[in-house]
């Protein structure tokens, strides 16, 4: 994890080095910068669907933070649901369902984009 106690990271060190991991597909960096920039600066501006988006995305490349996913995307799917990242957010919480062994969730994302979603 991220010593943000030791090293007293400012705002925009954390988002930096967010999305520098994030672009060197470093996820399981990425996903530590992203969650320890939503714990430690939880009413932060940069905090948008764009921010909750690409930290579920790190958060499940990485193999390891499946609650990151859900808690990062679920967020996103509530506060922002005309966000152009709100399909995208579904279906990757899906697949952490199904990762999961949470079938019957999976089921119900796959479902819903068959009825609300037929022409993607």
Known sequence: MVKFDIY???P???LAMAEKEFEAKNY???AQFFTTFANQFPGHERINDAFLFQAG???YESGKH???VLTHLEK???SYPTSKYYRGAKLWMALTYLDEGKD???FNTVEEFRKKYRNT
């Open 28 to 30: 399981e960096k990425s």
């Open 12 to 14: 925009s060190q954390v």
């Open 76 to 78: 996103l799917v509530e």
């Open 57 to 59: 995305v790190a958060a």
């Open 66 to 68: 499946k609650d990151w």
């Open 104 to 106: 019957a969730e999976f």
């Open 8 to 10: 007293k990271w400012t």
